[in-house]
């Protein structure tokens, strides 16, 4: 009776480890991301780029409007934020209502400020609010208040809802085994602990804010009023060589904002994931 053939591997793949496979692998990963990065490089037009984007005179010419533009953005963000945390607040606690009206009217809030565009919103805010309701707002900064604030409650109301069901039933429990009411439960105990736990995702929502600050830009702002995003749009169209470097410029002021509040997010993640769970 013969034997099965046993087939054999070439020696050069039986030799190779999985540790050396991946050395390959890495070796090609990064030979293929220095072509790319050298491609990129030779096809850039270098002096048309320092002429449009790269251009000092148009920095000057921006420098003295930016720290105001700064200042507006800064302002526009956390008025919006505590609009939208005052109210998204409220819509949680209505979510989590026995009142079954409550909870229709707090979902088809939620469901309508997610699926609307926020752009839609400010539009809304800064024309056709004031026409249908002979409301004006004499504040642009409640106006945008207003408008990014009731966008963005539609979605902190979803992340604070989680939040506090996320209290374990038993501190509420012994909470009101000592004779605290429902009001005096939800205060003492359960808001605070889940606003602990919904930090985080709260940091993140003033970032998301910050960035959404750029729609206002179609409200026609006077000067004075101007956020990053609308100055680098003015800058581009009143400056005669070098206009798309006011872009980098406010991208580089949009940074200086976020990546604080990122490092924020991921210090606040790294203390209530150290903590535990309640």
């Known amino acids: 009776m013969t034997s099965p053939s046993v087939e054999v591997m070439p020696?050069?793949?039986?030799?190779?480890?999985?540790?050396?496979?991946?050395?390959?692998?890495r070796v090609v990963q990064?030979?293929?991301?220095?072509?790319?990065?050298?491609?990129v490089a030779l096809s850039t037009d270098w002096s048309n780029m320092r002429e449009q984007v790269f251009n000092l005179d148009a920095v000057r010419q921006m420098a003295p409007d930016i720290p105001q533009a700064f200042i507006n953005t800064v302002r526009y963000t956390f008025a919006a934020f505590a609009?939208?945390?005052?109210?998204?607040?409220v819509l949680a606690l209505m979510k989590l209502s026995s009142v079954r009206l409550y909870r229709v009217l707090a979902t088809g809030y939620v469901e309508f400020f997610r699926g609307v565009p926020a752009l839609l919103v400010v539009l809304a805010f800064a024309f056709i609010v004031p026409v249908a309701f002979q409301v004006k707002f004499d504040s642009v900064i409640v106006t945008i208040a207003l408008a990014l604030g009731m966008v963005s409650a539609a979605y902190l109301a979803e992340t604070l809802r989680a939040g506090l069901q996320a209290v374990p039933k038993g501190q509420v429990e012994a909470a009101r085994s000592?004779?605290?009411?429902?009001?005096?439960?939800?205060?003492?105990?359960?808001?605070?602990?889940?606003?602990?736990?919904?930090?985080?995702?709260?940091?993140?929502?003033?970032?998301?804010?910050?960035?959404?600050?750029?729609?206002?830009?179609?409200?026609?702002?006077?000067?004075?009023?101007?956020?990053?995003?609308?100055?680098?749009?003015?800058?581009l169209n009143n400056v005669a060589v070098g206009g798309l470097t006011a872009f980098v410029v406010v991208g580089i002021a949009y940074l200086m904002i976020t990546i604080p509040l990122g490092l924020l997010t991921r210090w606040l993640e790294r203390k209530t994931g150290a903590k535990g769970h309640i």
């Open 11 to 25: 020696a050069g793949r039986a030799r190779m480890s999985p540790r050396k496979r991946a050395q390959y692998s």
């Open 30 to 39: 990064y030979g293929v991301l220095a072509a790319v990065i050298v491609g």
């Open 83 to 89: 609009v939208a945390f005052a109210l998204g607040l």
């Open 178 to 235: 000592l004779g605290m009411t429902s009001g005096q439960t939800m205060r003492g105990v359960v808001i605070p602990q889940a606003f602990r736990l919904v930090l985080p995702p709260i940091t993140n929502e003033i970032v998301l804010l910050t960035k959404d600050t750029s729609l206002v830009y179609v409200m026609g702002l006077s000067i004075p009023d101007y956020e990053l995003t609308r100055l680098a749009r003015y800058t």
